[in-house]
């Protein structure tokens, strides 16, 4: 019998073998792919690094801005992860891998051979689902030169959202609103990516790819270098995780369980600070029954999720506005999944109260009304 057994070596699955094989525990590890270089873009702020060296950061962005109706400087480093450098200070060593793609019974197999049974196979270990119901986020990106990116970025650099509707002609854009997410990734190359950070169901990638071109068009952006661009990146994240209950019998981590934020879709951090505290947990016999138990700030969340999902465009422009005039600590309790409820309380209220009153009719009647409705 193995001590724990960890299924999925994403950065939740790996962050958590990891620690419990440094514990001293007898770790199994299953993973499709088990030595694969993660695939997506990662982001953190400074100080969530915590005790990560600087190796791990692929590139920091010191000045990252916000800009809405204006432009807001964000007060706080933000940093692209170097993916490889991350896996290789989170080893594997003594840690048994098997090669395998594990369905549902499969997992709840497993407690035949481990003490301890984690799901870390991601929001949809099935591959993504057509035609999927569920909120997410999706994003469509491409990676081009400083030199290409320049006029996206207007002298920014980086953007953590820019919200101007220049994604589209229309005076008056039917929603969802999208944003445009600018970071620079070290060695002269930039992601320029559109993103919807939340709509039921997701805002389609090719949709995405169409406001993108039209906005960095507008913006001068050479676009025979969006069209074939040095990488392209695709992101889709269930903001509710998997949304169902974990296998019966193991622990569900990431966002196989409920460790994104259902507001912004950050899981990274989140799964990265928790993996040593569990991993003690199990290691000493006393592993939870629940790995992120529902709390009063998932209700919070919650709220503020209902209100993305059904914000018109100008209303959530208007959101933002409200986030990127706060204080920095308000914005980090909004944006972290470690808040608790009374901090991101604080913080959605501050966001309200500097919110014109024809925006704060619209996020009233967003929170407690019916959602937009997308035309064909």
């Given at each position: 019998?193995?001590d724990?057994?960890v299924v999925g070596?994403?950065p939740?699955?790996?962050a ?6 440094a514990?001293?525990?007898s770790?199994?590890?299953v ?5 694969a ?5 990662y982001?953190?702020w400074?100080?969530?690094?915590g005790a990560?060296p600087?190796r791990?950061?692929?590139h920091r962005?010191?000045?990252?801005q916000?800009?809405a109706?204006g432009?807001?400087?964000?007060g ?7 993916n490889a ?9 003594g840690?048994?891998v098997?090669?395998d793609r ?7 197999a497993?407690?035949?051979e481990?003490?301890v ?5 991601g929001?949809?270990p ?9 909120p ?5 990106g491409?990676?081009?030169?400083e030199?290409v990116?320049?006029p996206a970025?207007q ?6 959202m820019d919200w101007?509707?220049?994604?589209t002609?229309?005076?008056?854009p039917?929603g969802p609103?999208?944003?445009l ?5 070290g060695?002269?190359r930039?992601?320029?990516?559109e993103t919807?950070l ?13 406001r993108?071109?039209?906005r960095l068009g507008?913006?001068?952006?050479d676009l ?5 661009p ?11 995780g998997?949304g169902?209950?974990p ?9 196989a369980?409920?460790?994104?934020h259902v ?17 003690r947990?199990?290691v000493?016999?006393r592993?939870?029954e ?9 209700l919070?969340?919650e709220?503020?999720l209902r209100?993305?999902?059904?914000l018109?465009?100008p209303g959530?422009?208007?959101?933002f506005?409200?986030?990127g005039?706060m204080?920095?600590?308000l914005?980090?309790a909004f944006?972290s999944?470690?808040?608790?409820s009374?901090e991101?309380v604080?913080?959605?209220w ?5 919110m014109p ?5 619209e996020?009233v009647?967003?929170?407690l ?8």
């Open positions: 019998m193995y724990v057994a070596l994403g939740a699955g790996r958590l073998a990891s620690r419990c094989a514990h001293g525990a770790v199994l590890a993973d499709p792919r088990p030595s270089v993660w695939a997506p873009t982001g953190i400074g100080e969530e690094l990560l600087e791990v950061v692929r962005v010191r000045d990252p916000l800009r109706r432009q807001h400087s964000l706080r480093d933000y940093l692209v992860l170097d450098g991350l896996q290789a200070e989170l080893p594997l060593e840690v048994s098997r090669r594990l369905s549902d019974a499969r997992v709840a497993l407690r035949a481990a003490r049974v984690v799901d870390a196979r929001a949809r099935g591959g993504v689902v057509v035609d999927d119901p569920a997410a986020q999706t994003a469509f491409v990676v081009v030169s030199e990116a320049a970025l002298g920014a650099e980086g953007l953590l101007r509707n220049d994604w002609d229309d005076p008056e039917a609103a999208t944003f997410y600018g970071i620079p990734l060695e002269g930039v992601l320029l990516e919807c939340a709509a039921a169901p997701g805002l389609p990638i090719e949709e995405l790819r169409r993108l071109r039209h507008s913006r001068g952006v025979a270098a969006v069209d074939s040095l990488e392209r990146e695709i992101v889709r994240i269930p903001m509710r998997r169902a209950p296998v019966e019998g193991t622990l569900a981590v990431g966002v369980g409920r460790g994104g507001v912004t879709g950050y899981s990274m951090a989140h799964s990265l600070g928790m993996a040593d505290g569990l991993a947990s199990i000493e016999g592993a939870p629940e790995v992120d138990p529902r709390g009063a700030d998932d919070v969340r709220v503020g209100a993305l999902l059904r018109d465009v959530t422009v208007e959101l506005e409200g986030f005039r204080p920095v600590e914005q980090r944006m999944r470690d808040s608790g009374a991101l604080r913080a959605m501050e966001m309200f109260e500097v009153v024809r925006a704060k009719a996020l009647r967003a929170t009304g019916s959602p937009w409705r997308r035309t064909p």
